[in-house]
């Protein structure tokens, strides 16, 4: 397994923020997305620090971030050695093309291939879990394509006898997207699993708009729900509507990343179903969520992505939230090499 310099040495990150923007002008990414601009990925690629089949193990906390294949055992093997992850919290591709582009990374292929593609990496998450863990899976559905491929994964999830359904959660999007003949597309699709009997932790969370209201009369008087309450918080229930979806002016937004998970989610999976010092993996590290939460709630986060680009983001996410306390890079670029060498944003 492939080792780096000591994390805060390989920082490319001054204590400045040289790109910060006068109040009040507009502000967008700085760097397009990454897999629809194939030339823009050969220009970062050089500044990867890995490549195919390597793997940086942190030496702070003991974080492993690695360039791998998840449909591959021997290379999940490869990054968890004789490790258990206690939680697994997997993104994978939907097999719908975003914004009507093929790519590499966001996939448009048969139904029967991806399944094929599916089993595989399922099948080599079990083999990594401990005997008691919870397992997550973002999954989509194209309504355009009888809204596969949900439906079929979670048949396919049948034939996996270690794994038993705990749940099945919405996430509202507070910003949709959608056209003037169709309802507004707000919601994200969660899939909770369990291998053996892994303890689940109750959380909170503040009352959301969308909940006030429930007017009562009470004593006389025309009461609002958050008046009868004998809290301010409440137990997420399987839908969630008060997490924002990560865009441009969100500190925690990674520009070039497509359908970035926001931290909140990660944050409720991970503190729900795991404990401190527990492994948690994730084989589709993409904007390096995962590892971010797991560093801010001492757990230890073994991920990998198949493109080294993403990889490298994970790894630079880690070393700016280290170093400058910051969760993202909002509207900035995180290859400020580009800029410097082109003297312009990408």
Not at 34 to 58: A, M, N, T
Not at 260 to 276: G, N
Not at 320 to 342: D, V
């Amino acid at each position: 397994m492939k080792k780096t310099k000591n994390v805060q040495d390989m920082s490319l990150f001054s204590e400045a923020e040289p790109n910060e923007d006068k109040v009040g002008r507009t502000t967008t990414e700085k760097l397009h997305r990454l897999d629809l601009h194939s030339e823009l990925r050969e220009k970062i690629l050089p500044f990867c620090r890995l490549r195919y089949g390597e793997v940086w193990e942190d030496p702070v906390r003991g974080h492993r971030v690695g360039v791998l294949d998840a449909t591959k055992f021997e290379d999940v093997k490869q990054i968890m050695g004789d490790k258990k992850a206690d939680l697994v919290i997997n993104d994978p591709p939907y097999n719908v093309a975003v914004g009507n582009a093929n790519t590499s990374n966001l996939f448009k292929i048969s139904l029967d291939e991806y399944l094929k593609f599916s089993e595989k990496w399922i099948k080599n998450t079990i083999e990594i879990m401990a005997p008691d863990a919870h397992l997550y899976i973002w999954i989509g559905a194209d309504y355009k394509d009888n809204f596969q491929p949900l439906p079929d994964l979670m048949i396919l999830m049948r034939q996996f006898k270690e794994l038993r359904p705990r749940n099945y959660i919405t996430v509202r999007n507070q910003r949709g997207y959608g056209t003037q003949k169709n309802w507004m597309w707000v919601r994200q699709e969660l899939l909770h699993y369990a291998k053996g009997n892994p303890p689940f932790r109750v959380v909170y969370t503040d009352i959301p708009k969308i909940l006030r209201g429930y007017y009562k009369v009470v004593g006389g008087r025309l009461t609002e729900n958050l008046e009868r309450s004998r809290s301010s918080t409440l137990r997420p229930g399987n839908v969630w509507v008060d997490i924002q979806q990560v865009f441009y002016r969100m500190e925690e937004n990674v520009p070039g990343c497509y359908a970035q998970k926001p931290l909140r989610a990660i944050e409720r999976i991970v503190l729900s179903s795991s404990k401190k010092e527990d492994l948690v993996a994730d084989f589709f590290a993409h904007s390096g969520t995962t590892l971010i939460v797991g560093e801010m709630h001492n757990r230890i986060v073994y991920t990998f992505d198949i493109d080294p680009v993403f990889a490298e983001i994970t790894i630079r996410r880690l070393e700016r939230f280290r170093k400058m306390g910051k969760l993202g890079w909002q509207w900035r670029n995180p290859f400020p090499e580009i800029e410097r060498k082109e003297r312009r944003w990408i």
